[in-house]
């Protein structure tokens, strides 16, 4: 039997901001993801439900080959699953060719990783500005001007013409966020992204986070620090290719939904 999250179907009047209870930014039913390594084989999403709404800022933990990274590559649409269906803002994406896959990566989608990504011998603004210059679409009248306003919504205003190693990884992320923010995003992904910066620039960079939630940005990250996860609004647990939990932060003490099913062979010994 499947581990299934029904949380945010059980809970309809938080986060939405007003959208009606079909509207969900992430809606993936039976995810399923197997790696075939010569006649091993590893089930990395195990038919993963998740629905979630404009406004939620979630936090995805679990411990390393749980599946995290699966499940980011596949709501960031650069992979997809081997069976089960999945909306991104209303887009069903099952089906869609390559080009299309970058399209709506470029429309919908912010991404954030570890490591920053940013492009080394660019500055700051022209690495912010780059989403917009390979948007198909064309719908960027002043890129300069927009990446230059996103730099000042990150506090970077005077950081502008900085080439990433004259900044701090504070700094850098920062700026990652500004080029993840440009496009105005429906929902921003973001992989460990306080990974490689000390603890205080990482409250700073969680701070950032939930300003930027409390906006209006949809938000999901991937964690394995607990205290980062405490940031978010929700918070869901993976193990061996499942949620295991899933529930609001705040009422992680009173509400814990534990969505492990133990009537599976293979997870019934798991501690
Ligand atoms: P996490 O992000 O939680 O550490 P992953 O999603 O990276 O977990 O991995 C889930 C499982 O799938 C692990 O057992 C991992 O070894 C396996 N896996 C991930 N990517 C691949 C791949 N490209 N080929 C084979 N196995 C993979």
Not at 222 to 243: N, P, Q
Request: aromatic share 4%; net charge negative; hydrophobic share 40%.
């Amino acid at each position: 039997m499947t581990a299934m999250s029904t949380r945010s179907e059980a809970s309809p009047t938080r986060a939405s901001g007003g959208l009606p209870s079909g509207d969900f930014i992430i809606d993936a039913t039976a995810l399923t993801k197997t790696y075939r390594m010569g006649t091993n084989e590893v089930h990395a999403l195990r038919s993963v439900d998740l629905k979630v709404r404009a406004g939620e800022m979630i936090a995805v933990m679990g411990a390393s080959g749980s599946g995290k990274s699966t499940l980011m590559n596949m709501l960031g649409c650069l992979d997809t699953p081997d069976s089960g269906s999945y909306l991104l803002d209303g887009v069903r994406v099952e089906g869609l060719s390559t080009n299309e896959l970058a399209d709506i990566r470029n429309q919908k989608l912010g991404f954030v990783f570890q490591g920053f990504n940013l492009l080394a011998r660019t500055t700051a603004i022209d690495n912010v500005e780059l989403p917009m210059l390979y948007d198909r679409t064309h719908r960027w009248s002043n890129p300069r001007a927009t990446a230059i306003e996103a730099l000042k919504k990150v506090g970077l205003g005077d950081r502008l013409d900085h080439v990433p190693s004259e900044l701090s990884g504070g700094q850098q992320q920062r700026v990652a966020i500004a080029r993840a923010l440009v496009t105005s995003p429906r929902l921003l992904l973001a992989d460990e992204p306080t990974g490689n910066l000390d603890s205080r620039t990482s409250v700073e960079i969680m701070a950032l986070f939930q300003e930027l939630n409390d906006e209006g940005i949809t938000i999901l990250l991937v964690t394995h620090e607990g205290d980062i996860s405490r940031y978010a609004k929700r918070f869901i647990e993976m193990r061996d290719g499942r949620i295991i939990r899933d529930e609001d932060v705040d009422d992680r003490h009173i509400a814990s939904v534990d969505l492990l099913t133990v009537d599976d062979p293979e997870l019934a010994g798991t501690p």
